[in-house]
């Protein structure tokens, strides 16, 4: 048998400490500091890309204009869609050390009892 074992600890309305925690201002505070970064950036990201998918099939022309040499305004945007996820990666980087994690460190510590 493991060394560990798990505790369920139940309040006095039958709620583990982790329901309690999902019913806390600072939980709903979290969810809401996440889905206020992750929904309009993915939003944002989505049309971004629905553009280049639209641009390609219907603007053929215009993503064939060249740009330097071989390099035509189609490989130009289609790069940009790579620029554009680690832009995104690092704004969610940074968002998450300044919005989130300190929330979260709080979440944690209480749920632990310290």
């Not at 979290?30 to 629905?50: D, H, I, K, T």
């Not at 940074?94 to 979260?104: E, I």
Request: net charge positive; glycine share 6%.
């Amino acid at each position: 048998m493991g060394r560990y074992r798990v505790r369920t600890l139940y309040d006095r309305d039958g709620r583990t400490v982790h329901e309690r925690m999902q019913a806390a201002p600072e939980f709903a505070e979290l969810r809401s500091r996440l889905r206020r970064f992750v929904f309009p950036m993915s939003a944002a990201f989505m049309l971004w890309y629905l553009a280049y998918v639209l641009l390609a099939s219907y603007a053929p022309e215009f993503m064939a204009i060249p740009v330097l040499g071989n390099i035509n305004v189609g490989i130009v945007v289609g790069l940009l869609q790579f620029v554009t996820t680690f832009a995104i990666t690092g704004l969610y980087v940074r968002y998450a050390d300044t919005r989130l994690d300190p929330v979260a460190e709080k979440i944690r510590m209480r749920m632990e009892g310290y």
